[in-house]
């Protein structure tokens, strides 16, 4: 059983929006800090956003701020990400991530043991 499962991928063009969501298992007792990663091919996977514990605060990676926004509903398990005025650039394979350790919003992969399988964005110039 996947823990935390993505949709709302797919291919949009230029200067269009999507919005992705990140359903967390019940399998997952302690839920905190959740993120969204993304990588390219040949790339390491990279920030994007992070969201803290109640989806207070967030921080966002220099390239999306303005044009992104991360939110969660805690009472779903549910996490989002909404990429407005996207760029061939932000074409990735984009991934949630979970963890029951730590509180405050996170840039770092190594802060986060729960990953969703990944989900394909593309955007066409």
């Known amino acids: 059983q996947e823990q935390l499962v993505e949709s709302g991928g797919g291919l949009v063009q230029a200067g269009g929006s999507l919005n992705l969501s990140c359903v967390v298992a019940?399998?997952?007792?302690?839920?905190?800090?959740m993120g969204w990663f993304r990588r390219t091919p040949g790339k390491e996977r990279e920030f994007v956003a992070s969201i803290d514990s109640p989806g207070a605060n967030a921080e966002y990676e220099d390239s999306v701020k303005g044009r992104f926004t991360i939110s969660r509903d805690n009472s779903r398990r549910t996490m989002y990400l909404q990429m407005n005025m996207l760029k061939p650039e932000d074409t990735a394979v984009y991934y949630c991530?979970?963890?029951?350790?730590?509180?405050?919003?996170?840039?770092?992969?190594?802060?986060?043991?729960?990953w969703g399988q990944g989900i394909q964005v593309t955007v066409s110039s």
């Open positions: 991530s979970a963890t029951g350790r730590r509180y405050s919003a996170s840039p770092y992969k190594t802060d986060y043991e729960y």
């Open positions: 019940e399998s997952v007792l302690v839920l905190h800090a």
